[in-house]
T-cell receptor, first 112, second 115 residues
Framework: QQQVKQSPQSLIVQKGGISIINCAYENTAFDYFPWYQQFPGKGPALLIAIRPDVSEKKEGRFTISFNKSAKQFSLHIMDSQPGDSATYFCAVFGGGGNKLTFGTGTQLKVEL | GAVVSQHPSWVICKSGTSVKIECRSLDFQATTMFWYRQFPKQSLMLMATSNEGSKATYEQGVEKDKFLINHASLTLSTLTVTSAHPEDSSFYIC???????????FGPGTRLTVL
């Protein structure tokens, strides 16, 4: 059973545009929703994370939007840059298990 | 964030041999370390969770006798792939956390290729 569904699988955005990646989950007991950025051949790095008591969190060009009733959360990358080209993973934590469960990943390419 | 290192960054070995991968937390004491495996263009899959001084907890489907995990100190955990086979070729990533399991700091990964 897939605990978190991520879309799209790949995304091409023009430089300066907005990149949007979505995740949906089933277990309402999850209480921590992070996004990770991974470059080829590297480990993932935490970008931004949110807890279910807020609907939005912004850090620089990165924003998480959280919809508790719909059990969805999304990552918005404003003013996308070629250096943002990477694979992005959402994850969920909690629900009785002390572990992160990752989405399937989105390969983002930002073109000039 | 905290710094986690892995050694080696890549390793090539012959089928049937054993390979040890080290994971170190460089600037904090990691009470818990996690080991993940990532196949090309796929997500990270948790293999096991280890707490300092105790036996690791393996995820369903992960052979504990094949993937030996030792967490002997608060800064070091090792993963030994025993009797490696080509299907074990993958990218192995560790992470470390303090008391908050959700706040994991990831290492740079180790690329294992078994010939």
């Amino acid at each position: 059973q897939q605990q978190v569904k991520q879309s799209p699988q790949s995304l091409i955005v023009q430089k300066g545009g907005i990149s949007i990646i979505n995740c949906a989950y089933e277990n309402t007991a999850f209480d921590y929703f992070p996004w990770y950025q991974q470059f080829p051949g590297k480990g993932p790095a935490l970008l931004i994370a949110i807890r279910p008591d807020v609907s939005e969190k912004k850090e620089g060009r990165f924003t998480i939007s959280f919809n508790k009733s719909a059990k969805q959360f999304s990552l918005h990358i404003m003013d996308s840059q070629p250096g943002d080209s990477a694979t992005y993973f959402c994850a969920v934590f909690g629900g009785g298990g002390n572990k992160l469960t990752f989405g399937t990943g989105t390969q983002l390419k930002v073109e000039l | 964030g905290a710094v986690v290192s892995q050694h080696p960054s890549w390793v090539i070995c012959k089928s049937g041999t054993s390979v040890k991968i080290e994971c170190r937390s460089l600037d904090f004491q990691a009470t818990t370390m996690f080991w993940y495996r990532q196949f090309p263009k796929q997500s990270l899959m948790l293999m096991a969770t280890s707490n300092e001084g105790s036996k690791a907890t393996y995820e369903q489907g992960v052979e504990k006798d094949k993937f030996l995990i030792n967490h002997a100190s608060l800064t070091l955990s090792t993963l030994t792939v025993t009797s490696a086979h080509p299907e074990d070729s993958s990218f192995y990533i560790c992470s470390a956390s303090g008391d908050r399991y959700n706040e994991q700091f990831f290492g740079p990964g180790t690329r294992l290729t078994v010939l």
